[in-house]
């Protein structure tokens, strides 16, 4: 059984940046592939990056291409999201998901998933 905790989210104006980090444990962290999610009041959770478990692939939604990076660092168990030039339109909470080797898109096709942080961003 995996765990993961975000943290990281916060308070930020347009144009800014945050750095979220996703602490996993209880599972081989080096096996799963990550990815984290977003999901805004009143809408579908979407998928925003991911990462291979080796951290040689990464793939991200065309609304963050460029300007989010995902990566993880495998000796601490975690993954991280680093997001620069936000915008009031990322607001949102965020997780991070896993699981086993290959990453997807769909969120219905992770088993773990920590509790969220909320990111938001001011006009």
């Known amino acids: 059984q995996v765990q993961l905790v975000e943290s990281g989210g916060g308070l930020v104006q347009a144009g800014g940046s945050l750095r979220l980090a996703c602490a996993a444990s209880?599972?081989?962290?080096?096996?799963?592939?990550m990815a984290w999610f977003r999901q805004a009041p009143g809408k579908e959770r979407e998928f925003v990056a991911a990462?291979?478990?080796?951290?040689?692939?990464?793939y991200y939604a065309d609304s963050v291409k460029g300007r989010f990076t995902i990566s993880r660092d495998n000796a601490k168990n975690t993954v991280y999201l680093q997001m620069n030039s936000l915008k009031p339109e990322d607001t949102a909470v965020y997780y991070c998901?896993?699981?086993?080797?290959?990453?997807?898109?769909?969120?219905?096709?992770?088993?773990?998933w920590g509790q969220g942080t909320q990111v938001t961003v001011s006009s």
């Open positions: 990462i291979s478990w080796r951290g040689g692939l990464t």
């Open positions: 209880g599972g081989t962290f080096s096996t799963y592939a």
């Open positions: 998901a896993a699981r086993p080797l290959t990453y997807v898109t769909s969120h219905h096709d992770y088993d773990y």
